[in-house]
């Protein structure tokens, strides 16, 4: 049976299952239901929902509440059930909120078990909890102990307050803030059955009419738990308080209100010196950058963004003629567990200056992880033509484990090493996938240096570089290698599957020919339907979309000339 959109409320069953009881193989479908103070007496088992005898239940997008048993308060499997729970909330249950049983088995997803009244979870007899992009915490009976002991941390599982809007009065919905909200809880998506509901607004003007006169007052003024949002009304923010604003190791977000980074600028002005934001306390993902430019940074160290010992996160913003000595835009150091996470922002125009031998245009990384999706590098570029210095005209990397998808370089440059990206020193943790590298410029490596490290391109095209060829790998301290699957390589001026990419060419699905951009002298990279590049497109009829554009015209590459070629009548003319 179906069972949709029902309550079920202070039910009794004498033994199993006060709300439903499931048993001889039956596959009830249960969606968006709620379970509230159901109450399973004598034998106790399975306060809201009893599955036995091979029952499979599917449950989804369900919320369960102050349910009772002694064992499975919430749900209880036994007799080789299969269970599976999807997208649901479990809130103030009693002990063993899921239980499994003889031979029995539950697959946990996306759900949130906070705060009941004793363990998360109990097993016996062979019975199985599997979980995944599931919250568990503030049950004080334990949380990932038992059978799920050592899930935490891995198929993204957590252990953090949900940040619900007011639980207590039945409100389950989540704080912006909220760790399971689908904007913080990375692929997973929305953990739990309620969607966002609720922020801390607190509001800044440049002109000071806000809540509060600058940003770092606003900052300065928040408690940091999480569930806080500074946000910034369009306009140009100068001047003390607008500049160099230290996060101060809180968990808040610093966003625009409009959404449109363009209208919303944190500018240098006539300052010498003055960077945007500063992460220098141990900041973790919760701390949140979002929809905001910095313009015209100068620093020492990361023009618009200064990171050491901490793991932001940083999206959809942009960061525009910014200089530094190390990383253009961005600078961070980061701590062994720090990951520091950007999406769907802009690098255009920043400039590493590389006076001691540094790099990265728009991104200099020391240690740690970093995750970069969706996000653009254009005419970042370095200076220094020194041995050994402004490596990386768009991002340089040392000792840090990467990860870059769907982010498109153009036409960044370096003077010394690796006109896009520099990969160096030893780790095998390194992957590029779904990108796009085009027009890039250095003498060595025109798209990517890779030094005493392992790299995975998968996906990904490197075309037109403008000076050297496409991939170079240095050793000289350790091995260095590239491994290609489904990319193509084309057109590079130094040559493209030479060097650490010779004899890759042909196989697993990597190619050399024009990846056929639309309209690539203007920035736009996506393809023409003709293109190689384009999903299950012969010569690589087996890859899927390969760079990071799918096809966005469907003609040819653009005819910029025709010419007479002279001397027979009008019959010829040379197109280019």
Same mark, same amino acid.
């Given at each position: 049976?179906?069972i949709?959109?029902?309550?079920?409320e202070?039910n009794?069953?004498?033994?199993l299952?006060?709300?439903i009881?499931a048993?001889?193989?039956s596959?009830?479908?249960?969606?968006?239901?709620?379970? @509230?103070?159901?109450?399973?007496?004598y034998?106790?088992?399975?306060?809201?929902?009893?599955?036995?005898?091979?029952?499979a239940?599917?449950?989804?997008d369900?919320?369960?509440t102050?349910n009772?048993? *002694?064992?499975?308060?919430?749900?209880w499997?036994?007799?080789a059930a299969?269970?599976?729970v999807?997208?649901?909330?479990?809130?103030n249950?009693?002990? %063993?909120?899921?239980?499994?049983?003889?031979?029995?088995?539950?697959?946990?997803?996306n759900?949130?078990?906070?705060?009941?009244t004793g363990?998360?979870?109990s097993?016996?007899?062979?019975?199985?909890?599997?979980?995944?992009?599931?919250?568990?915490?503030?049950?004080?009976?334990?949380? +990932?102990?038992?059978c799920?002991?050592g899930? @935490?941390?891995?198929?993204g599982?957590m252990?953090a307050?949900?940040l619900?809007c007011?639980p207590?009065?039945g409100?389950?919905?989540?704080h912006?803030?909220?760790?399971?909200?689908? @904007?913080?809880?990375?692929?997973c998506?929305l !953990?739990?059955?309620?969607?966002v509901g609720?922020?801390?607004? $607190?509001?800044?003007?440049?002109?000071?009419?806000g809540?509060?006169?600058t $940003?770092?007052?606003?900052?300065?003024?928040?408690?940091?738990?999480g569930?806080?949002?500074?946000e910034?009304?369009?306009?140009?923010?100068?001047?003390?308080?607008?500049f160099?604003?230290?996060?101060l190791? %809180?968990?808040?977000? !610093?966003?625009?209100?409009? #959404?449109?980074?363009?209208?919303?600028?944190l500018n240098?002005? *006539? +300052?010498?010196?003055?960077?945007?934001?500063?992460?220098?306390? =141990?900041?973790?993902?919760?701390?949140?950058?979002?929809?905001?430019m910095?313009k015209?940074?100068?620093?020492?160290?990361g023009?618009?963004?200064?990171?050491?010992?901490?793991?932001?996160?940083?999206?959809?913003?942009?960061f525009?003629?910014?200089?530094?000595n190390?990383?253009?835009? !961005?600078a961070?150091t980061?701590?062994?567990t720090d990951?520091?996470?950007i999406?769907?922002?802009?690098?255009r125009?920043?400039?590493?200056?590389?006076?001691?031998?540094?790099?990265?245009?728009?991104?200099?990384?020391? =240690?740690?992880?970093?995750?970069?999706?969706?996000?653009?590098?254009?005419?970042n570029?370095?200076?220094s033509?020194?041995? =050994?210095?402004?490596a990386?005209?768009?991002?340089?990397?040392?000792? *840090?484990?990467?990860?870059f998808?769907?982010?498109?370089?153009a036409?960044?440059?370096?003077?010394?090493?690796?006109?896009?990206?520099?990969f160096?020193?030893?780790?095998d943790?390194l992957?590029? *996938?779904?990108?796009t590298?085009?027009?890039?410029?250095?003498?060595? #490596?025109?798209?990517?240096l890779?030094?005493d490290?392992?790299?995975?391109?998968q996906n990904?095209?490197i075309a037109?570089?403008?000076?050297?060829?496409?991939?170079?790998?240095?050793?000289?301290?350790?091995?260095?290698?590239?491994n290609f699957?489904c990319s193509?390589i084309?057109?590079?001026?130094?040559?493209d +599957?030479?060097?650490?990419?010779?004899?890759?060419?042909?196989?697993?699905?990597?190619?050399?020919?024009?990846?056929?951009?639309?309209?690539?002298e203007?920035?736009d990279?996506?393809?023409?339907a003709?293109?190689?590049?384009a999903?299950?497109?012969p010569?690589?009829?087996?890859?899927?979309?390969v760079g990071?554009?799918?096809?966005?015209?469907?003609?040819?590459?653009?005819?910029?000339?025709?010419?007479?070629?002279?001397?027979?009548q009008?019959?010829?003319?040379?197109?280019?």
């Amino acid at each position: 049976p179906r069972i949709v959109n029902c309550v079920f409320e202070h039910n009794t069953a004498y033994a199993l299952g006060g709300a439903i009881f499931a048993t001889y193989y039956s596959e009830p479908l249960i969606q968006n239901c709620r379970f @509230d103070g159901n109450f399973a007496d004598y034998y106790g088992q399975g306060g809201a929902i009893f599955a036995e005898n091979g029952a499979a239940p599917t449950i989804e997008d369900c919320t369960f509440t102050s349910n009772i048993a *002694s064992d499975g308060s919430a749900i209880w499997g036994n007799l080789a059930a299969d269970v599976i729970v999807r997208r649901s909330t479990f809130w103030n249950n009693g002990n %063993k909120v899921i239980t499994m049983g003889e031979d029995s088995q539950v697959l946990v997803e996306n759900s949130i078990l906070a705060f009941n009244t004793g363990s998360a979870v109990s097993c016996f007899a062979n019975g199985i909890i599997w979980v995944q992009c599931s919250n568990i915490f503030g049950n004080p009976g334990g949380n +990932w102990t038992g059978c799920i002991t050592g899930l @935490d941390g891995i198929l993204g599982n957590m252990e953090a307050n949900p940040l619900m809007c007011n639980p207590a009065g039945g409100d389950y919905t989540l704080h912006a803030a909220s760790p399971c909200a689908p @904007d913080n809880s990375g692929s997973c998506g929305l !953990i739990g059955a309620w969607p966002v509901g609720c922020w801390n607004i $607190i509001t800044v003007a440049d002109d000071g009419s806000g809540d509060y006169p600058t $940003i770092q007052d606003a900052v300065d003024a928040a408690v940091g738990d999480g569930t806080e949002i500074i946000e910034l009304l369009d306009g140009i923010y100068r001047g003390i308080g607008n500049f160099d604003v230290d996060y101060l190791g %809180k968990a808040l977000t !610093i966003r625009s209100q409009s #959404g449109n980074p363009e209208a919303c600028i944190l500018n240098r002005g *006539s +300052w010498s010196v003055a960077r945007g934001f500063i992460f220098q306390s =141990g900041e973790g993902p919760g701390s949140v950058l979002e929809g905001v430019m910095v313009k015209g940074g100068n620093q020492d160290q990361g023009g618009a963004v200064l990171i050491d010992g901490a793991g932001p996160t940083i999206r959809d913003c942009l960061f525009e003629l910014n200089e530094a000595n190390y990383g253009g835009a !961005i600078a961070a150091t980061l701590g062994a567990t720090d990951t520091l996470t950007i999406t769907g922002s802009t690098f255009r125009g920043n400039l590493n200056l590389g006076v001691y031998g540094a790099g990265g245009g728009a991104l200099n990384t020391w =240690g740690g992880a970093v995750d970069v999706s969706d996000c653009v590098f254009q005419d970042n570029s370095t200076t220094s033509d020194q041995a =050994g210095s402004g490596a990386g005209g768009a991002v340089y990397l040392s000792n *840090s484990a990467a990860t870059f998808r769907n982010c498109t370089f153009a036409r960044n440059t370096s003077m010394t090493y690796g006109g896009a990206i520099v990969f160096y020193h030893p780790y095998d943790s390194l992957l590029l *996938s779904n990108c796009t590298l085009s027009g890039n410029s250095a003498p060595i #490596g025109s798209g990517i240096l890779i030094e005493d490290s392992v790299i995975d391109v998968q996906n990904s095209i490197i075309a037109f570089g403008q000076q050297g060829a496409a991939v170079r790998c240095l050793e000289t301290n350790g091995s260095a290698s590239v491994n290609f699957s489904c990319s193509n390589i084309y057109g590079n001026a130094g040559g493209d +599957w030479v060097g650490c990419s010779a004899g890759q060419l042909g196989i697993s699905g990597n190619i050399s020919a024009d990846p056929q951009f639309c309209d690539a002298e203007h920035y736009d990279f996506s393809l023409t339907a003709s293109s190689p590049c384009a999903p299950f497109s012969p010569p690589n009829q087996y890859c899927e979309l390969v760079g990071a554009w799918p096809v966005g015209c469907d003609y040819g590459p653009a005819i910029t000339a025709i010419a007479d070629v002279g001397g027979d009548q009008g019959r010829r003319v040379r197109v280019n």
